[in-house]
Nanobody
Framework: VQLVESGGGLVQPGGSLRLSCAAS????????VGWFRQAVGKEREEVAALDWSGGTPRYADSVKGRFTISRDNVKNTVSLQMNSLRPEDTAVYYC???????????????WGQGTQVTVSS
């Protein structure tokens, strides 16, 4: 299974970015999906997650109302729309997936290589 993120880059505060994650070797529709991030000197944190059924997403308090996770089962991609970006959102963002239980245990089977997001003026 290979996960490849794209869409990262440099954006000014208040701007938007859309991250995408493409999978090979596994269908996202077969399990849960999510996004994590890790900033320099900080622990890795979950940003957003979506369970197997595609029901109510789960978001970190710091991104609620600004970020949206979505899944396209036809294209087999997962996206993270990020609006109203802040300097504190600067981090490497990772796509994750795994079986349905991953959503509840927060232990994910598969990780992408990450994409850098930098929010700075």
């Amino acid at each position: 299974v290979q996960l490849v993120e794209s869409g990262g880059g440099l954006v000014q505060p208040g701007g938007s970015l859309r991250l995408s994650c493409a999978a090979s070797g596994r269908a996202f529709s077969s399990g849960a999906v999510g996004w994590f991030r890790q900033a320099v000197g900080k622990e890795r944190e979950e940003v957003a997650a979506l369970d197997w059924s595609g029901g109510t997403p789960r978001y970190a308090d710091s991104v609620k109302g600004r970020f949206t996770i979505s899944r396209d089962n036809v294209k087999n991609t997962v996206s993270l729309q990020m609006n109203s970006l802040r300097p504190e959102d600067t981090a490497v963002y990772y796509c994750v997936t795994g079986n349905a239980g991953n959503y509840y245990t927060n232990t994910w089977d598969y990780w992408g290589q990450g994409t850098q997001v930098t929010v700075s003026s």
